[in-house]
């Protein structure tokens, strides 16, 4: 009778373990229902900024590789007045027209409308050696076979170093660009977003802009130690725009819960932190898997965002430069 009992039981555990299986398998893929928005098309009668590279510099700050980089100069930049700057990791992934972000298409539309200032954008991939594969959609975006992972996941100021001494420098060279640290944004995906923090962070007087999206604050290289760092230091001028979704890496590794490599609570963590040290700081969170699905979509919204202090607060209602859409040669 007993064996005829846990017979049952384990037919019972059986078939609950096939309906949670289907289930599973029957559950949609949230990034699905995540799509770009109209502020990511190319728009007719919106002025084209122009995409300038790839350019390569070598690298001081890690001996022996190189960066590429690329850079977006907005239909309306006058090289008289000095222009605001965004800078994204991972430049493959965000800067083309064609990608899952088309920051530079975003960029187009939000300048020509006056909901962000006239910047230039400077995209940059992680470095590599000159042996190794650039990283692309096609071939991933260097995580294993680039530098990416040291650079964008250290708790260290090497990478702030090749941004704000290398690479910013060389395109200052050849374009005017606003020497304000309010004027300076920074952003990335993943890994490229804990990167763009640790700019900001390493180097508030540089950047004060970070636009972060699934943001790796887990254990990769310690990241997850930021929201204890930032309760105990003292508070710093940057503002903040954090987004991340509950389908996110949420921490099994090899079969076992760890809280540090739980991608959507070390976001929360962050969100924590920041709001009870005061920071100006915003945060979404979305449904989405790790990626750039949910970020993507809500890019737009994101810079606007981060950039409000770009729209000027004029009521005069005869002022109709601030009334009018921002196209090039007109006074910016």
């Given at each position: 009778?007993?064996?005829g009992i846990?017979?049952?039981a ?7 373990t ?12 949230p990034?699905t ?8 098309q ?6 084209k ?8 510099l070598?690298?001081?700050a ?5 960066h ?19 800078v ?8 083309g ?11 187009d539309?939000?300048i ?8 230039l954008?400077?995209?940059?991939n ?6 190794q594969?650039?990283?692309s ?11 990416r ?5 250290a ?16 395109v ?5 660009i606003?020497?304000d640290p ?5 952003g ?13 962070w390493?180097?508030?007087n ?8 699934v ?7 310690g ?15 940057i503002?903040v ?18 809280a540090?490599?739980?991608w959507?609570?070390?976001?929360v963590r ?12 915003n ?5 989405n898997?790790?990626?750039g699905s949910f970020?993507?979509?809500i ?6 965002w ?12 005869d ?14």
């Open positions: 009778m007993k064996s846990v017979a049952l384990f037919l019972a555990g059986v078939g609950t096939l309906v949670v299986a289907q289930n599973q398998a029957q559950k949609p893929n990034d229902f995540y799509k770009l928005g109209p502020d990511s190319v728009k007719e009668g919106v002025p900024g122009e995409i300038k590279g790839p350019f390569m070598p690298s001081t890690y001996p022996g590789t190189q590429t980089y690329w850079v977006y100069v907005p239909a309306q930049y006058d090289a008289k007045k000095a222009a605001s700057l965004m994204f990791q991972d430049g493959h992934a965000h800067i027209p064609d990608g899952g972000f088309k920051a530079s298409v975003v960029m539309n939000l020509f409308r006056r909901e962000i200032p006239v910047m954008g400077i995209f940059i992680p470095g590599r050696t000159p042996q594969d650039e990283p959609a096609q071939r991933g975006w260097g995580d294993g076979f680039t530098n992972g040291q650079e964008y996941n708790l260290d100021d090497k990478y702030a170093r090749v941004v704000t001494e290398e690479i910013v420098p060389e200052e060279k050849s374009y005017n606003s020497k309010e004027q300076r944004g920074i990335g995906t993943s890994s490229g977003a804990i990167a763009a923090f640790t700019v900001a390493e180097r508030p540089s950047f004060r802009k970070v636009l972060s999206i943001g790796s604050f887990t254990n990769i290289r990241g997850h130690q930021y929201p204890d760092i930032i309760e105990k230091a003292k508070k710093k001028p503002r725009f954090l987004c991340d979704g509950r389908n996110d890496l949420r921490g099994v590794r090899n079969g076992k819960y760890d540090t490599w739980d959507y609570l070390q976001n962050m969100k924590d932190a920041l709001t009870k040290k005061g920071y100006d700081l945060y979404t969170w979305g449904m898997n790790h990626g970020g993507g979509q890019l737009p919204d994101m810079m606007r981060l950039w409000r202090d770009a729209q000027k607060d004029i009521t005069d209602p002022d109709m430069i601030e009334r009018s859409l921002r196209t090039p040669g007109l006074d910016h």
